[in-house]
Each structure stands twice: as C-alpha cells, then as structure tokens.
C-alpha cells in the first residue's frame, strides 16, 4: 500500500503519430525532475502515467509539487496503490479518505475496471466502497448527479488505485518537444514570463543575459541566475550566457544621438543573441516586450529592432497588460525576486526623451557611423556560461 | 587558515564592517573548539564558559568607565537599539508620551520609533543642518516634562558628525522630563572616548563587528537602577533583561577586539589619513565634501557630481576598492541622511563614502585618489 501520483496526459493526445515521442520527452521530462527526491517506477498504459516511489521515505507532497510544474500535464492526481483484493480496496478507502471525507457531505464513487478478470464490475465495487464510506462517515449522503467529492476506484494490472479529486497541471506541451529558442532576460518582471510562456509551448531555453558593469551591478546579474532557477522549475534545464556589454553601452553613449539610445542598444542585443543563437542552435529569440509598454516598445521600434535579426522573435507578451503579466509573475513565483531593486540602474544610457517613433534609415545611419562590429566580435568572445538548474 | 590579500585590496568601508582580527578570530575558535560550555550549566565547563562572559564584560565596562553589571550582550547593534527604544518607553508610558530623536539617526533606532509612533507616542525628529549638525537649542526646544525617551546618536554613520548628546541630556533635567536618555554610539566606540557617566546618558549602544572584532554580538549599556522591559522572553540569563543562551565565542572574540583598542595611536594614524584624502578631494574638480570639518575622522563623505554612487562603487570595486554609497543598508534608494541635510538630489545620488580603520594606509588613500580620477576621466555621465 502507497501512495503513487497518476497523470492524466494533456494535448499530446492530439498529436498523431508524432504522439510517441511526446510521451517519451514528457516522462524523460518528469523523471530528471523528480530523480533528486529518490527511485521510482514510471510506466505508462492507456494515456495515463503513473509515478510509483520505490522507497517508503520519498517525499510525495514535494514529488507532486514537482510534477504541478512539468509541461504537457493537463491534470493529475494522487492515489493509494492497493492490492487487488476487495475486502483491502475497502478497508485502505476508509481510513485513505478520511480527511477528505470529513470536510465534505456529499459524494459518490466512480469505478473503473480495466482488468476484466476482477470478479466484481464497475457498478458493484462502487455500491460496496460506497456503502463502506456511508457506514463508516454516517454524515455523507450520495449525490450521483452534482457530488461535492468523486471517489475513484480503478483496477488496472498491477494495482487497484483509490483516489479523489484531481490536481491542475501545468498544462501546455512537453519542453523540447518544439526546439530551443535563446530568450534576452534582463532582471525586470517581464522576461522571466516571456521564458515561461515559451517554454510551456515545448521550447527548450537559454538563456542571454547582458551586464554593463560598473553601471550594473554584480548582484543584478546574480538575480538574474536566480529568476532563471525558478524559470527552470518549469522549463528544465538550461545554460545562462552573460555578455559583456560595457564597452558597447559607452561607445553608444559617446557616438550616437541620445535619442536613439535605447533603440540601438535593443539592436546590438539582438544582433549579438543572433550570433549566440546561431551558434548554440537555437531557432528563434524571445523577448519580454509588450506593444506600448515603454518607448522601446512602439511598433515603429520594434520594426526597427527586428531588422536586426533574420531569426524569427517571438514576444509572448505582445498583447498584454501589465497587470496580467504581474499576474503570472505571481503565480510562477517571480515576481518577488523581480522587484529587487538591483535592477540596471544604469540611468546614464536611458535617454530623456527618448525617440518613440525612429526611423529605420536614420538608426541605421547613426549605427554604421558609430561602428560596432569590433566591440560585438570582442563581446562574443568573452561570453561567461553559467548552468541553471542543474 | 584564509590570508588576506592586503596588496590587491584597499578596504574604505570600514563603518559598514571590519576585518576581525586575528586575536578575535583565535579566540572564537578556541572558544568553539575546546571551550564550548554553556555558561548557564552548573558544572566547570559552564563555569569556564562563564568566566569568558564575565572577562568580556569587565573589559567592555573598563572602556566606558563602567561597571560590569552595566553591560548586556546583545546579537548586534541593531537589537540593542531596539531594546533601548522598547524597553526604555515600555516601561516608561505612564510617565508620558512623547519622543525626541533626530532625523540622521540609524535605522535600527528610526524603525522602532516609528512603530512606538504609530502606537500613539508623540514623536520630534529634530532636523541637522547643511554639516549634518544637530542643535542645542532644537535639543532643548524638543524636550518637554512629557518627554519620556531621548535617543541622540554620537557619530552619525553616513557622515561622521559629532552629535551633541551631552546636551540632551542637560536639557532632560532643565525641563524635568521624566525621559530615558539614549545613544547610539556605534560608530564612535573604539575610535574616541565614550563615558555613558560623562555624557549622562542611561542606555548606550555598541557594536563588537566595527571594531574588528565579529558580527552577531553587540552590547546595551544600562545605567544602575534604570529599568527597562525586555524585547523577548525565556530565560533566566543576562538578568532576564536579555534571556537566552549567551553567544560565548563572539562574546569573547569582541572582548578580545576591545583590548586591540589603542584609542591615541589609531586616532592619530586616521588623521592623517583623513587629511590627506581631503587634501586630494579637494583638488579634483566637480567633488564637493559632505562631511563637516569637524567630523570624525574616520568618515568621509563627499559627491562626484554627475556620476552616480552605484557606478563609481562598482567602478572602485573592481579596481580592487571597496567603498559606500551612502549607507550600506540603503541600496538604490538616496540616502535619508543626506537629504536631511538638505543636499540637492545630484548631490545625494553621488554620494560616496569612505570609511577608515587603523589599518588603512596613506598608500591606499594616494592609490584610492588616483583610481577615483580614472573613474571621473572614463565614466560615461547622463548628458
């Protein structure tokens, strides 16, 4: 008798003959999460997965917590593994449930049964597990129609499994399932979101992170490490690259027009993510930016950012409001680690008034009159890496 | 055993924290390794314990010409400042409602204030002037016979001025209030003459992590016959003014930092320290001092207009000097300090401070001036 996690599979079902693969990322997915609380069993049978501790000192509530952040599960729940013996499946639901059983008043008990040796059907193990809940919890009364709480029973091949109600996945689909894709963090609330909300559409990250020491700080680049820890909760692994940036912030600060700062600094970002990209094999880039948010944010820059790259730049965010974006920072658990006020602060390369609406021909202009191709191919070799979630 | 790498290193920020020395830090380890007792347990190896307590306190009391059952150990400066705030206007309430301070005051003595604060206590912060200088006359303005808790620190941390504590004090038994008086004398214990007797005051603050010795001990001086409630509860130690187990092996490494104190010689090193750094200040054009010349000398505080605290600091650091921006425990926010001062905002966002111990030489101060021009010739400025 033990406790195991049974995961009920998400979109993957949809996903045709490709669905094989799917499954076998997601398990490998929840096994390299999983593998740090201890040995288990992972086997799979009709679209459900079940995660069995093969040691009775296994954490569950943290294994489930765990699985809660792995994408591609849509819902999942926790149940007792019992010996296929009516008079044990019984007996184990009584004392199994009596926390659940004792905050509601009304249920009924579903039944399942895959193995069709088992000498009772679906409806009879349901009357007998019922009517022993009933006598046993003589405040219940069975509501088949609209029950506060359902009671599963299944008897599958190796086990009979007793639950009640389901948890709430991460949903999404299976990270790696669609490629990687280099996502440009800085330590603000908005990136770490934009990387989640990638990630839980199957891409693998890594992560680009740029520093301008002495004008940021060593701990804002530390906090960005952090915010990716708690990112890698649901994307999994992934490397960090710090790139240098200084000389190329105080070569824009000395020979562009203030107005367009901000504007070709997100150029020489994304023209350096690209160089990383193409050598890391990652397919696309990610940004945190929302239409509208900040200058650097207007369509008409953004035009002028992506000119910079061939790749295609995914922004999650675009449609959204900063109030909904907090919103998912919260629940990803972000949020607080983002408002730490180590943020670049570096006030000396933000522009007044900024220019909301550049044009191309005259960015480009300024930017090949300054020349940065010597200090980009400097950046890129003086990359740092460091491992998140390892 | 570590080393410290004295020839790539230049430690300014000495207000913030210190090196322990070595006696501080060999007298922990033989406390932790062999003499672990607890001083509370009846048999020798408690008594042995005990006795580390009881030297601690006998050599602290000595340097404020005190007695040893004036002294409690706390965890730090900022739990004796709590203790002096809570304690002294628990216990005093009935007696009145009101509450003198300063605005240049630690945060450790503020915060708790503004809690009494919001519970009713009527509070005066008196304001310094341009120097950071605190009044006589507000002194004397602030108290009245409802005056029941005075705090006044004796070197502001930020800026180094000397604070008129005796003052207070005086200005206590002319308007009779039946007030506590407090100081926080952090930063001016083991760097100039502290007498709790001959300042008049009741309850004073040290802390043993400025003085080289280490972090996690500091002590409240408490007047004879003073009362005052404690902050936590749970034991029979310290009087049960301070109860639970007693941090023996920090207690004793700070009294062993205490009897490094040599008060004449490290004041006369600093000086010259201190002079000379101004002297270089002075000369490079766009630095305004923020300190008054009458400062302590182990603090200088001063602004390069233009470059903001955060970037040269970090520009120093990795140059291998370590300095403040304002206040250590004030990061990305102008300091309060500051801006009571009434310093523009552009003043106040470059503000450095550099803070000296005996150990610092001229050397350092000459390599400190030349790594501070580089910083304003390179630095890129808001246009």
Avoid: W
């Avoid at chain 1, 799917?22 to 096994?31: G, M, P, R, S, Y």
């Avoid at chain 2, 003595?109 to 950071?132: A, R, T």
């Avoid at chain 2, 705090?151 to 206590?172: C, D, Q, R, W």
């Amino acid at each position: 008798m033990k406790e195991v996690i049974l995961i009920k599979l998400g979109e993957i079902v949809l996903k045709g003959l490709n669905r094989r693969t799917f499954e076998d990322i997601l398990i490998k997915n929840i096994k390299q999460r999983i593998k740090p609380l201890g040995k288990f069993e992972i086997s799979i049978a009709q679209s459900t997965v079940c995660v069995e501790p093969l040691s009775d000192d296994i954490d569950i509530d943290e294994v489930s917590d765990r699985i809660g952040h792995v994408f591609g599960i849509v819902a999942y729940s926790r149940a007792l593994a019992v010996e296929k013996d009516m008079n044990t499946i019984i007996s184990s639901a009584v004392k199994y449930l009596e926390e659940t059983m004792s905050t509601t008043s009304t249920f009924k008990v579903e039944s399942k049964r895959s193995d069709k040796k088992f000498p009772l059907t679906s409806p009879q193990i349901s009357a007998e597990v019922g009517g022993a809940l009933l006598t046993r919890y003589s405040h219940l009364t069975v509501d088949v129609h609209n029950p506060e709480t359902v009671v599963t029973v299944e008897i599958r091949d190796k086990y009979a499994y007793i639950r009640s109600g389901v948890i709430k996945g991460a949903g999404g689909i299976p990270t790696g399932t669609s490629g990687k894709a280099a996502i440009l963090i800085s330590g603000g609330i908005d990136s770490p979101v934009a990387a989640y909300m990638m990630a839980k559409r199957g891409l693998v990250l890594e992560g680009i992170h740029f520093a301008s020491p002495p004008y940021t700080s060593e701990r804002a680049e530390q906090k960005v490490a952090e915010l990716m820890e708690i990112v890698s909760k649901y994307a999994g692994r992934m490397i960090m690259i710090t790139v240098p940036f200084t000389k190329l912030q105080e070569k824009l600060h000395k020979d562009c027009p203030e107005e367009l700062f901000t504007i070709i600094m997100r150029r020489l970002m994304m023209k350096i993510s690209q160089r990383i990209s193409e050598k890391d094999d990652c397919s696309a880039l990610i940004t945190g930016e929302s239409l509208g948010q900040v200058a650097s944010q207007t369509l008409q820059a953004m035009v002028c950012t992506d000119e910079a790259a061939d790749m295609p730049v995914f922004r999650p965010l675009i449609g959204m409001d900063k109030a909904d974006i907090i919103e998912i920072s919260r629940k990803i658990g972000t949020f607080e680690t983002s408002i730490q006020p180590y943020e670049d602060c570096c006030t000396v390369f933000t522009p007044k008034h900024p220019r909301t609406r550049p044009v191309l021909k005259y960015v480009l202009e300024a930017e090949r009159a300054a020349g940065f191709d010597e200090l980009i191919e400097e950046a890129l070799n003086n990359l740092k890496v460091t491992k998140i979630g390892f | 055993m570590g080393v410290r790498d004295h020839l790539r290193e230049i430690y300014f920020d000495n207000s913030a924290t210190t090196a322990v020395c070595r006696a501080a830090c060999d007298k922990a380890y033989e406390v932790m390794y062999e003499n672990y007792g607890n001083a509370a347990s009846l048999h020798s190896k408690g008594m042995r314990a005990e006795n580390e307590i009881i030297t601690a306190k006998k050599t602290i009391a000595d340097m404020l010409s005190a007695d040893k059952n004036q002294i409690y150990f706390t965890s730090g400066g900022t739990e004796a400042n709590n203790l002096a705030v809570f304690g002294a206007c628990n216990s005093r309430k009935k007696l009145g409602n009101r509450i003198v301070t300063t605005q240049i005051e630690h945060s450790s003595v503020l915060e708790p204030i503004k809690q009494l604060e919001s519970q009713g206590f009527e509070v005066i912060y008196i304001k310094p002037d341009s120097n950071g200088h605190i009044s006589e006359k507000d002194i004397l303005e602030a108290v009245n016979d409802n005056t029941v808790f005075v705090s006044i620190m004796l070197v502001n941390n930020e800026v180094g001025t000397v604070l008129p504590v005796l003052s207070a004090s005086k200005a206590i038994k002319q308007k009779k209030a039946p007030a506590l008086l407090h100081c926080d004398a952090v930063q001016a214990f083991g760097k100039m003459n502290v007498k709790p007797s001959k300042l008049g005051v009741d309850l004073l603050t040290i802390s043993s992590h400025k003085i080289h010795g280490p972090k996690g001990v500091g002590a409240l001086y408490i007047k004879k016959g003073v009362h005052i409630t404690p902050l936590i509860y749970g034991g029979e130690q310290q009087s049960k003014i301070r109860p639970g187990t007693e941090n023996v092996p920090a207690i004793a490494a700070f009294c062993e930092a205490c009897k490094e104190i040599n008060l004449t010689g490290s004041n006369e090193r600093v000086s010259v320290l201190n002079e000379r750094l101004r002297n270089h200040l002075k000369e490079i054009e766009g630095v305004v001092i923020n300190s008054p010349d009458d400062a302590s000398p182990y603090i200088v505080n001063f602004s390069v207009l233009g470059i903001r605290s955060e970037t040269m600091l970090h520009f120093l650091a990795m140059n291998g000097i370590f300095v403040s921006s304002g206040s250590a425990c004030a990061k990305g926010k102008p300091s309060y300090v500051l801006t009571a001062m009434g310093l523009e905002k552009v003043t106040a966002d470059s503000a450095i401070r550099v803070s000296f111990c005996k150990n610092n030489t001229v050397e350092e101060v000459d390599i400190f001036a030349e790594a501070l021009k580089k910083g304003i010739a390179t630095l890129a400025r808001a246009k």
